[in-house]
Every structure is written in C-alpha cells, then in structure tokens.
C-alpha cells in the first residue's frame, strides 16, 4: 500500500455495494466514479477489497476494469458518464423474449467455449447482452485478474454467491482464500466451528477453475429466481448458487471477516480503515402492518415480496458487524460512509429489476447530490488526502 499511496501508513479502503438489479450497477459505477475524481485517484489507490451482491457487484467489477484499463491506455476515460449508460442499458427484456421463445416452444441451441459445450438458455443470453453493454470488457478469464490483484495494481474483488444446499456461500477469486471460509479463532481453544463458506479455487482446482468467465461468476452472484435459471457446479451431488443477496446483500459480511482475518498486519500498516457502502436500497424503518391475507395470490403475483424482508434481516445482522469492528479496531481506526439512494421524486423509487426507464436512471444519477451523499464525499476527501 505504501507503495501505491506514497504514505507509510495509508488508510485502508474496503468498498461494499448493494444488490439490486441494474438500479445499483448504476449507482455504485456513480460513487465510485465521484468518489475517485474527486480524491484524484486515491479512493482506487487506497481500496484493498470490493464486495457486494447482484446488480452492484456488475456496476464495481466494470468501474474497476474500467480503471485498470486506464492506467495503460489514455483512451479510456473511466468517469466517463457514457459507462453508465453502457451499465444501466436493458438486460431484461431479451432474457424475457428467451423465455417465451427457447424456454417454452423452440429447442434449446448450444454454444462453445474452449472444449466445453453449453446450453443456451436465460443465462447464456444474461451474459451475452452485458457483453455487449459492457464493450466486451468484462469477458476474460477470471485468472486474467489474478496478477494486477497480486501486483495491487487493482483491488481484489470477492464475488459470493449463495450456496442453496447448505446456506454457505461460495467465495470465488482468482487466488485461493480459504481464509474467507471459516470465523478465526483463538489456536488454544478447544470450540469447534463449522465452514460457513466454500473456497471456488480449491474446491475446482482440477475443473479450470480459474478458466470461469468473469461475467458467468457475475451471474451466479446475481442469479435471482423466476428472472434467471440457478447455476448447478459441477459436484456431486451438484452445488447448486443463487443470488448473493441472500447471505449478505451489502458485501458488509466479506469486509468483516477480511478485517478479521488481517486485523494484526491492519494495525501495524495502515492509519485505520475506510468502508464505503453504495447502497441502491435505502434502509427500510416502518411501523410493522397488520397482515392483510393476500395469501397466494399475493405471492403469486409478488414473489419477491420476501426480498425485502430479508434486506431488513441482514440490516440489523450488519449492525452487529459494524459495532464488532469498531470493538476490534477502536472506534478513531474505522469509518462507515454510506452512500445510499434516496428517490429524489417523491414516491418513485427506481425498480429493482434489469431494467431502467430514462427517467430512473436520471433519478439515480441525481441522488449523488443529496445533502448526506455530498457531506460523505466531502469527508472521504479529507480522510484521504
């Protein structure tokens, strides 16, 4: 870090997006893009790990390979607001059309990569019109990463889908990081833990597993039920992964256990650590309603209802996490910044779905301005001067 930052001790910088569908690719790509011209590249120079769910973790991954391209080509302008156009286009509408075209009346066609073949069903076609959104930027091995990682000239990026078998998740990187996998604990006692998460590398080391295509492991963090067919890996019996969001929507539960793991080497090298939270979902505290017994019908017709009843869960989880590392680091050594969209139209939230109207996307793009939002720029430049 040294290094990278010119400073002995350097703030270290964890970055955490929410899920979200395309609503927080787009605003996660507009913090960062801010948050980054206005330190003059530092928020990138400080940042050791990115985290998060779903849509946000599709908006960081193409603002940190944006900025990695960067720094080899004057060409490319990653605050550019002509990314987020490029992020936030439709990916809703084709995986629609396949489902009433391949899924119910033609046959499935197939595809190749390397010597593997594949189907092409909603998850082929999910991929291939980000590719095309993207520029085909993101479609490289996830091993092409694994080197300007080591060599810090980009920040590591932890990519965890939700295990359905076991309720584990599954943390995918180019490295190996069975560190991720279990709570540390003390070598002289005798309480047993279970692993609560899988290591991608170790567990398909002999399958290619750094052959995965970065947009593939984007989708398995982001494949959500009835939009996008669950992703089986090849185990038996097979391993089955869904949408990150439902283990830890905020990518908070990764900063904690990285923060944990690496708390001796945090004190001794860094001036404290930074969290920056992009949050596309804001935080919901409401009087709790009578039930109304829609019953099936209800579920039927909303059946993402249940979303937001765990986002809510995991808030309160998170609070536990964020008092726990101001405990293990000292409160003057940590800083929470949340960047959270607010609806700047009364009552006209932008969707959480794979698609945005012109009129969402405006509302997202202006949210950076709110009065909270402008202050925790304000307060991240100073704290990385």
């Not at 990115?50 to 193409?62: F, P």
């Not at 490295?175 to 279990?182: C, L, N, R």
């Not at 540390?184 to 080391?205: G, H, Y």
């Not at 995965?212 to 890996?233: D, F």
């Amino acid at each position: 870090m040294e290094k990278r930052t010119g400073k002995a001790k350097p703030k270290m910088v964890l970055t955490c997006v929410s899920g979200g569908g395309l609503k927080s690719a787009t605003w996660a790509m507009q913090v960062l893009r801010h948050a980054d011209s206005l330190t003059m590249g530092n928020l990138m120079r400080h940042t050791v790990l990115m985290s998060g769910a779903s849509g946000g973790m599709i908006g960081m991954a193409y603002f940190r390979e944006l900025y990695w391209r960067s720094q080899f080509s004057s060409r490319i302008q990653p605050y550019d607001i002509q990314h987020i156009y490029d992020i936030s286009k439709d990916l809703l509408n084709p995986i629609a059309f396949t489902i009433v075209t391949n899924d119910l009346f033609l046959p499935k066609g197939k595809f190749k990569i390397g010597t593997q073949q594949y189907v092409k069903d909603r998850g082929y076609i999910f991929e291939h019109q980000l590719n095309e959104n993207t520029q085909g930027l993101l479609d490289k091995a996830l091993d092409t990463y694994k080197i300007p990682e080591q060599l810090a000239q980009i920040p590591m990026l932890f990519i965890t889908p939700y295990i359905v078998n076991d309720a584990r998740r599954m943390v995918i990187s180019p490295h190996k990081v069975a560190y991720m996998t279990i709570a540390p604990m003390p070598s002289n006692t005798n309480t047993k833990i279970d692993l609560d998460a899988v290591d991608f590398q170790r567990l398909f080391e002999h399958q290619q597993a750094k052959n995965v295509r970065m947009l593939s492991a984007l989708r398995m963090n982001a494949t959500y039920p009835y939009i996008l067919p669950s992703v089986s890996l090849p185990t038996k019996p097979n391993i089955e992964v869904m949408d990150a969001g439902y283990r830890d929507n905020f990518g908070l539960e990764s900063a904690t256990r990285f923060i944990t793991v690496f708390k001796d080497w945090i004190k001794a090298n860094t001036s404290g650590v930074v969290i920056i939270a992009a949050r596309g979902v804001p935080r919901n505290i409401k009087n709790i309603k009578a039930n109304d017994y829609d019953g099936i019908i209800k579920s039927l017709v909303d059946p993402l209802g249940i979303a937001g009843k765990i986002i809510a869960l995991q808030d309160y989880e998170h609070d536990k996490d964020i008092s726990f590392l101001h405990q293990l680091l000292g409160k003057d050594n940590i800083q929470f910044l949340w960047f959270t969209y607010e609806p700047t139209t009364r009552n006209e939230e932008a969707s959480m779905t794979f698609h945005l109207t012109e009129k969402e996307r405006y509302d997202i793009l202006k949210a950076i301005d709110t009065k909270a939002n402008q202050a925790n720029l304000q307060y991240l430049t100073s704290l990385l001067k």
